[in-house]
């Protein structure tokens, strides 16, 4: 690549501003190593924030789309998008300029 983009840095950008708190880091963290979707009281009760607080940064998150949340009757899912998870490095690789990924 010899350069990036507008857009794919605009993208990149976005991708960056969602992860700059520090909560979300530790939700998207929560939800990532887990062995399979997690409920919202999982992850306040993991944060230690109040529920509204969690359900804020889940927002965020899954409009950047680092998440998916279901419903499941009275309670939400929350599931890690996977293609985030291995297009982030990506972009950081992209961003310095790396030429060995």
Known sequence: MNGLTQAQAD???GWF???S???RVRIL???ATSDRPVTVGEIVEA???????VSRHLQILAD????FTDADGVRTLVRVNDRCMTALPDA???IMANTSS
């Open 11 to 13: 993208e990149f950008a």
């Open 17 to 19: 501003r969602c992860l």
């Open 21 to 23: 708190d520090g909560t």
């Open 29 to 31: 963290n929560h939800v």
């Open 47 to 53: 944060v230690g924030k109040s529920q509204s607080t």
């Open 64 to 67: 950047d789309q680092f998440v």
């Open 92 to 94: 950081a690789a992209a």
